[in-house]
């Protein structure tokens, strides 16, 4: 398969107040941060297109915290410009050379597909399998993200992008969990959260569980893994 080209000056400002209406307004929880950014809504939209215009990206802070359901673990936040950005380099660099490359059966966050779609091939295979004795394989990479190599992956991403500001901002992005701040506020978190812990009244039980999942979360190695949780 050829590398893809020009694909980073393909990017309009339509493009961009697109991603934004129909996946960052839709899908950000934090609905605070979408007033704000509408309250300059032109202006805003303006401001992202300038930054790829220009291509000098730099990937603004994460705002990083603690969450305890279903189990403890971190999340890193972006403000809406970073989010947007991001959205619009998965959207028009991303898709167009990645999504070909997939099994149709791999519906996970793609457009199109998703549950209900995963459901009719699951009911497809059981109808064409009845009688015969099926076995499902469950399981979960552990760490998974936070292991993820750089160099691996911008190896893979050479091998179908063609297109030096394309590549250039992809590597922004993932390079960003290298960033010395990243670290310092998990681990500022995870000791601030033992130590609330550890002053708590609980059964020992629940305490050493509680204990060992934020003890768990991994800090990342330099030139591995990709941010955790970009719903926010």
Do not use: W
Request: aromatic share 12%.
């Amino acid at each position: 398969m050829k590398r893809k080209k020009k694909l980073y000056d393909t990017i309009t400002f339509e493009d961009i107040k697109r991603v934004y209406l129909r996946q960052i307004r839709v899908n950000t929880k934090n609905k605070v941060k979408i007033r704000k950014f509408e309250d300059f809504y032109s202006i805003n939209l303006s401001r992202a297109k300038k930054i790829i215009n220009d291509k000098n990206y730099i990937p603004g802070k994460y705002n990083i915290f603690l969450i305890k359901e279903p189990k403890y673990r971190i999340i890193m936040s972006q403000n809406i410009i970073d989010k947007l950005i991001n959205h619009v380099i998965a959207d028009k660099i991303l898709l167009p050379t990645l999504d070909n490359s997939l099994i149709d059966m791999n519906v996970a966050t793609r457009i199109g597909k998703g549950t209900h779609y995963g459901i009719r091939y699951l009911k497809k295979y059981l109808n064409e399998l009845k009688g015969e004795t099926i076995y499902a394989l469950k399981f979960d990479i552990s760490k998974y993200f936070y292991s993820i190599d750089h160099d691996i992956l911008f190896d893979l991403l050479k091998k179908k992008i063609k297109d030096k500001d394309a590549l250039d901002i992809l590597f922004k992005i993932i390079e960003s969990t290298d960033s010395e701040y990243v670290n310092k506020k998990i681990e500022f978190l995870k000791k601030k959260e033992l130590s609330k812990i550890k002053n708590m009244n609980i059964p020992y039980n629940h305490y050493k569980k509680i204990i060992k999942e934020i003890e768990n979360i991994p800090i990342y190695e330099k030139g591995k893994g990709l941010p955790i949780g970009y719903s926010n």
